[in-house]
């Protein structure tokens, strides 16, 4: 082993905030090295949110041949191939993986291939390199949970599940986060049966209380098969089926998701030898300048437990980079974040749900549910759900929820106007766009309840 080198900063792992913090540091001159065992983008990219919005897009351009043509079209042997899809998605994130090579070569940032582990705060070993560093930040993200119940080490993720080339005619899915109700509704989009076992009554888990009710009533009406409060006790392989016990007795599916969650990934790098404090599922415990108990080592993104979006990851690996190498002092603000599940009808909201902004003081509520007028023509019953919360002592909009078609679109530019604190004044004289559905923003007017 020789030392090479020494870097102003050795990331570990070449996800969006490990790569977005490297990038940053080197624009500000840093001498910057990136290390990543497996392929460049991380799970976002690779196997998460690009290809899975992909596959969405297939879904619903399958659901709309199905349920929602226009009135006048007719559309004779419509098919999807599921190999034909995987085709296409290797070669897309193929393109993509080579944009985040050459954004880093670009940047002057080296690139160093293997997996890594840390002999000491100022040292990062890639094989036989050993990278002598001043900082070091741990970008590793997350992997699947795969101890929940007995048997579920057996079960694919969502890894596998982007990766398939035929669509299974029953899917069983263990969990009811983003990934098990977003994968529910594009995989019966595309066709298969899709039966979901969890534990709570209602599915996403975090969300207002009104956009999960919805969220489920609108599965089930698509012929998603809703199993609340199962008690998962084990699964099995039996011959070319999973077979999943719960306590109403033994299910049987051509194919199943392990959707339980994700835990950080610590594990190999030997940051308990370090004395790096962990927390209860092993995340990088680290101040809000993201920094972790050992002076010089940083975590950001999802190894660290705290807002697990692929944005957020970037916000603080950025942040870092400019606190670090351009004299700021940075923070990233949780509790301002837009978020977003792609279920069918997708879901977004941006700050306070009802019951927290209600623990804080009085609020007031507008609503108001529709069918746009896209679904309305075509003969469909989808629902559009929108709701406001306002603190009932400022007017300050504290929550933005919404259920339906271009949610997430939507609520990336409302996220504006909660960041900046706008007002139910500020909706109520602003002028609509008509016919839009994003128009009822800015027409309620009548109170649904006080809290």
């Given at each position: 082993?020789?030392?090479q ?6 990331v570990v ?8 913090c490297?990038?940053r540091a080197a624009s500000?001159g840093?001498?910057?090295a990136?290390v ?15 290809p899975?919005k992909l ?6 351009f ?6 929602g043509l ?10 999807f ?12 994130i193929?393109r ?13 940032v080296e ?12 040292h990062?070993q890639v094989?036989?390199?050993v ?7 741990i ?12 048997g579920?080490d ?6 596998e599940l ?13 969990g009811?986060?983003y ?8 995989m019966?989009g595309?066709?298969?049966?899709v ?7 209602l599915?996403?888990?975090g969300?207002?209380?009104s956009?999960r ?6 599965m089930q ?11 998962c006790?084990k699964?099995?392989?039996v011959?070319?089926?999973f077979?999943?016990h719960?306590?109403t007795?033994?299910?049987?599916f051509?194919?199943?998701l392990n ?7 610590t594990?190999?790098?030997g940051?308990?030898?370090l004395?790096v404090r962990?927390?209860?599922?092993g995340e ?18 999802d ?11 970037i916000?603080?690996g ?7 190498f ?6 990233v603000?949780h509790?301002s974040?837009?978020?977003a ?11 306070l749900t009802e ?8 609020v007031?509520?507008?609503?108001t ?5 896209k679904?309305a023509?075509?003969g ?7 709701k406001?919360?306002?603190?009932d002592?400022?007017?300050?909009i504290?929550g933005?929820?919404?259920?339906g078609?271009?949610a997430?679109?939507?609520i990336?530019v409302?996220?504006?106007t ?6 139910k ?7 609509a ?14 109170i649904?309840?006080?809290?």
């Open positions: 082993m020789s030392d080198t020494e870097y102003d900063l050795v792992g070449g996800g969006s905030g490990g790569v977005a490297a990038r500000y840093a001498k910057v990136l990543e065992g497996s392929r460049l983008g991380g799970t976002c990219v690779i196997r998460g949110c690009v899975k596959l969405m897009y297939a879904s619903q399958g659901a709309q041949l199905r349920d226009q009135p006048g079209w007719v559309v004779h042997e419509a098919s191939s599921m190999q034909a899809w995987q085709q296409a998605k290797q070669t897309e193929d993509l993986e080579g944009i985040y090579a050459k954004m880093l070569q670009n940047s002057g690139v160093f291939r293997g997996w890594a582990s840390l002999p000491d705060a100022n990062v094989g036989q390199t990278l002598a560093t001043r900082r070091i930040l970008a590793t993200g997350g992997a699947p949970n795969r101890t929940a119940f007995e579920l057996i079960a694919p993720t969502s890894n982007l990766d398939l080339t035929e669509l299974p005619a029953h899917i069983g899915i263990v009811a986060g990934i098990a109700m977003e994968f529910a509704c594009i019966r595309l066709g298969a049966r039966s979901v076992y969890y534990r709570a009554e599915p996403l888990r969300f207002d209380l956009l009710q919805r969220a489920a009533e609108a009406a698509q012929g998603i098969e809703l199993h609340p409060h199962s008690d006790k699964l099995e392989r011959a070319d089926q077979v999943l719960t306590q007795g033994a299910h049987r051509d194919w199943i959707a339980t969650g994700r835990s950080p990934n594990e190999g790098l940051l308990d030898r004395g962990l927390g209860a599922a990088v415990l680290v101040d809000e300048w993201n920094r972790s108990s050992v002076q010089g080592i940083f975590a950001v993104g190894v660290t437990n705290r807002v697990n979006l692929t944005p957020v990851a916000a603080q950025r942040a870092l980079a400019e606190n670090e351009n004299g700021k002092n940075l923070t603000d509790n974040i837009p978020s599940a792609f279920t069918s009808p997708p879901i977004a909201t941006v700050g019951e927290q902004a209600a623990a804080s003081g009085p007031r509520v507008f609503e549910a529709f069918r746009p007028m679904t023509f075509s469909g019953n989808q629902q559009t759900y929108m406001l919360v306002i603190d002592r400022t007017d300050r504290l933005i929820h919404m259920l078609d271009d997430p679109e939507m990336q409302l996220g504006i909660y960041v900046m604190g706008a007002t004044a500020d909706f109520d004289r602003t002028v766009v008509h016919p839009t559905s994003a128009e009822e923003w800015v027409l309620m007017r009548e649904s309840r006080r809290v």
